[in-house]
């Protein structure tokens, strides 16, 4: 079965520049989440999209935007980069007008900010 | 959202059922208890789900207590791929909230 896509799977940026990480959810799912999980820490949100409306905001630094496209996938573009925003970020994808919640979460975008 | 408690780590022998238990004493109606484990730095991984039954899939059994203010996650035949970080999630995503706030979760440590 077809499992969400992140890309890129690695990133190494340095301070103050930009990053951008890329979710493509699985097929007919029309919810997109964003996670962030620091090392040695558990994965707190950060933002989700519904049918490409933001839906729900975490902690989600001002640095940090995302957007839901027509096609569904979704974009997580983060500027000024900071060491701490280095951490694994995670997308996750829902069937919510299916009636169902169980979020399925792709491999991850580690980035590493030098 | 509800909170939840679970023991911070646990052992099972291989081939003998793993149940993970959780607290989650200030769940309202309309909150269901999902479960999510994490295979060390891989993408959290959804297991089992229910409201106030109890549920069974092909990963898992989710034993809910009648009061609902605890559960049980049972894996019948513990394998040493059962390893993971197990996280007890109360959701309210049927009231419209879209994120799964996690906590400590257990460490599932599966022993040959």
């Known amino acids: 079965a077809a499992g969400v896509i992140q890309s890129p799977r690695h990133l190494i940026k340095e301070k103050r520049e930009t990053a951008t990480l890329k979710c493509y959810p699985i097929p007919r799912h029309d919810t997109v989440y964003w996670y962030q999980q620091g090392p040695g820490q558990d994965p707190q949100f950060l933002i989700s999209?519904?049918?490409?409306?933001?839906?729900d905001k975490g902690s989600i630094p001002d640095r940090f935007s995302a957007q839901q496209f027509s096609d569904y996938h979704s974009e997580l573009n983060m500027s000024s980069l900071e060491l701490g925003d280095s951490a694994l970020y995670f997308c996750?994808?829902?069937?919510?007008?299916?009636?169902?919640?169980?979020?399925?979460f792709g491999p991850g975008t580690r980035l590493t900010v030098t | 959202d509800a909170k939840t408690t679970q023991p911070p780590s646990m052992d099972c022998a291989e081939g003998r059922a793993a149940n993970l238990p959780c607290n989650h004493s200030?769940?309202?109606?309309?909150?269901?208890v999902y479960w999510y484990r994490q295979i060390h730095s891989q993408g959290p991984q959804y297991i089992i789900h229910?409201?106030?039954n109890n549920e069974t899939n092909e990963m898992a059994s989710l034993i809910i207590t009648e009061d609902r203010k605890s559960s049980t996650l049972i894996l019948p035949h513990a394998t040493l791929r059962d390893t993971a970080v197990y996280y007890c999630?109360?959701?309210?995503?049927?009231?419209?909230?879209?994120?799964?706030?996690f906590g400590k979760g257990t460490k599932l440590s599966v022993i040959p």
């Open positions: 999209f519904y049918e490409k409306m933001q839906s």
């Open positions: 200030t769940i309202s109606g309309n909150e269901y």
């Open positions: 229910g409201l106030k």
């Open positions: 996750a994808s829902s069937h919510t007008t299916g009636g169902t919640y169980e979020q399925y």
């Open positions: 999630i109360v959701d309210n995503s049927g009231a419209g909230s879209y994120q799964l706030t």
